[in-house]
């Protein structure tokens, strides 16, 4: 029988991924935040079968100090990742996003 250990690997990038899937741990737990079930978890990633998603739950609240802080970093990666795109974007997307903030469209 596995174990709910077996069901999240972290790649070599330090990446939390649901057992040999590419999927992130970050999807699954954002998921369930939001009250999505196992079943609609699955559903919408089928790469994931429905025990690896029970078991990166369960990896989960067996683990969530771990995985919290590892989400902080997560969070705190794609936001220095966006704050490096908007320091560096092209001018189409620097029209882009003039064109939204014009018409109201976008960010709040």
């Known amino acids: 029988?596995?174990?709910?250990?077996?069901?999240?690997?972290?790649?070599?990038?330090?990446?939390m991924r649901v057992g040999s899937t590419h999927l992130m741990l970050d999807s699954i737990i954002a998921s369930f935040h939001a009250g999505a079930?196992?079943?609609?978890i699955a559903q919408e990633f089928p790469s994931a079968s429905l025990e690896e998603i029970y078991g990166?739950?369960?990896y989960y609240r067996g683990h969530r100090e771990q995985v919290d802080a590892?989400?902080?970093r997560?969070?705190?990666t794609w936001r220095q990742a966006c704050e490096a795109s908007?320091?560096?974007a092209t001018p189409v997307?620097?029209?882009l996003r003039a064109e939204a903030a014009r018409r109201g469209i976008g960010r709040s």
Request: overall charge negative; glycine content about 2%; aromatic content about 6%.
């Open 1 to 15: 029988m596995a174990t709910a250990a077996e069901y999240v690997t972290i790649d070599e990038h330090g990446v």
């Open 37 to 40: 079930s196992a079943e609609t």
């Open 56 to 58: 990166a739950i369960a």
């Open 70 to 72: 590892y989400l902080t």
């Open 74 to 76: 997560q969070d705190e």
């Open 86 to 88: 908007e320091r560096t």
């Open 93 to 95: 997307v620097a029209r």
